[in-house]
């Protein structure tokens, strides 16, 4: 049974960090590229960054540049997202996706097309 399960998120305040991890079973995860996705209350979901699957390859989208860093260890199937000076509009449900392509993670916004979707952590930047 393929599974993702997202952990590490919490209330932080502005400036703070939170490191996320997302641990993967069912599937072997060198296969797949990873991602990092979001979605804030009302908003449409976003992506975050990406990561290949060998952990070569990075792509940070413009809200997560400079602060976020994105890392895999394929050994113990567990994807991270460290997200350093929050701020009040990092304030998401964050989520970790796989998907065999490349493209599917850094082209398309949204993830619509990720193959595995963890069920998400609440992240909340507030004072």
């Known amino acids: 049974q393929v599974q993702l399960v997202e952990s590490g998120g919490g209330l932080v305040q502005p400036g703070g960090s939170l490191r996320l991890s997302c641990a993967a079973s069912g599937f072997r995860l060198k296969d797949f590229h990873m991602g990092w996705f979001r979605q804030a209350p009302g908003k449409e979901r976003e992506g975050v960054s990406c990561i290949g699957n060998f952990g070569i390859a990075t792509l940070y989208k413009p809200a997560a540049k400079g602060r976020f860093t994105i890392s895999r260890d394929n050994v113990k199937n567990t994807v991270y997202l460290q997200m350093n000076s929050l701020k009040p509009e990092d304030t998401a449900v964050y989520y970790c996706?796989?998907?065999?392509?490349?493209?599917?993670?850094?082209?398309?916004?949204?993830?619509?097309?990720?193959?595995?979707w963890g069920k998400g952590t609440l992240v909340t930047v507030s004072s």
């Open positions: 996706a796989a998907s065999r392509a490349w493209a599917q993670c850094v082209a398309n916004g949204t993830g619509n097309g990720m193959d595995y």
